[in-house]
């Protein structure tokens, strides 16, 4: 079973415009993570949020974290064409043991 | 990510076959770990190991067997391939320790065709 689904399933943008993404999740975490994947290509880690951090920025990204919600966004402003990928949240739960679940993906194209 | 690598990257098999794809990482991480991604489902995990002498099985493991022959390799066998195998596997890693230590590392990938 998946953790994190994210919303939208794909997003369709022009270059310049802001992205946005939303990750739910069901059960308390430890943290979230944010990962990109180029085509076929293997993911490469973005930003990681804490439970106990609400926002947090790297470069064009921002992230916020709900933990009242069980939810997370993904802002990438000014996107650019080298944009397009896909973007998953994977989430670390606090339950012991190993439990950080990926979500499905949303896959933005940017055109240029 | 040129520290994780993945051999093959593309296989194409029978139904029935014994199949292993391997991994090996350069970054002396600790923490290694099989995926596999369908289109639509996202990454589920299959098995992950901690150090060498540890072995999880993960969401998916049925099917699938590893071995951890050095903390550098970690292995992935499917003992009797079947269609429903046929995905795109990945290897990665991670540190147990360290500012980045839930940060995982993704190989690139094997494409998986079970005929």
């Known amino acids: 079973s998946q953790q994190g689904e994210e919303d939208p399933q794909a997003l369709s943008i022009q270059e310049g415009e802001n992205a946005t993404m939303n990750c739910s999740y069901k059960?308390?975490?430890?943290?979230l993570q944010w990962y990109r994947q180029n085509s076929g290509r293997g993911l490469v880690h973005l930003i990681l949020i804490r439970s106990n951090e609400r926002e947090k920025h790297s470069g064009r990204l921002r992230v916020t974290l709900d933990t009242s919600k069980k939810s997370s966004s993904l802002l990438i402003t000014a996107s650019r064409a080298a944009d397009t990928a896909s973007y998953f949240c994977?989430?670390?739960?606090?339950?012991?043991?190993?439990?950080?679940?990926f979500g499905a993906g949303t896959r933005l194209f940017v055109k240029a | 990510d040129a520290d994780v690598t993945q051999t093959p990257r593309n296989r194409i098999t029978k139904t029935g076959k014994r199949i292993m794809l391997e991994c090996s990482q350069t970054k002396g991480h600790d923490r290694m770990y099989w995926y596999r991604q369908d289109p639509g489902l996202g990454l589920r995990l299959i098995y992950y190991?901690?150090?060498?002498?540890?072995?999880n099985k993960g969401e998916i493991s049925d099917g699938y067997s590893v071995s951890r022959q050095a903390q550098a390799k970690f292995s992935l066998s499917l003992e009797s391939a079947i269609p429903n195998q046929t995905a795109l596997y990945f290897c990665?890693?991670?540190?147990?320790?360290?500012?980045?230590?839930?940060?995982?590392?993704f190989g690139p990938g094997t494409r998986l065709t079970v005929l």
């Open positions: 059960t308390s975490i430890n943290n």
């Open positions: 994977a989430t670390e739960g606090n339950t012991g043991g190993f439990k950080t679940i």
């Open positions: 190991s901690f150090d060498v002498k540890d072995i």
């Open positions: 990665a890693t991670s540190d147990h320790q360290g500012a980045a230590y839930n940060e995982q590392f």
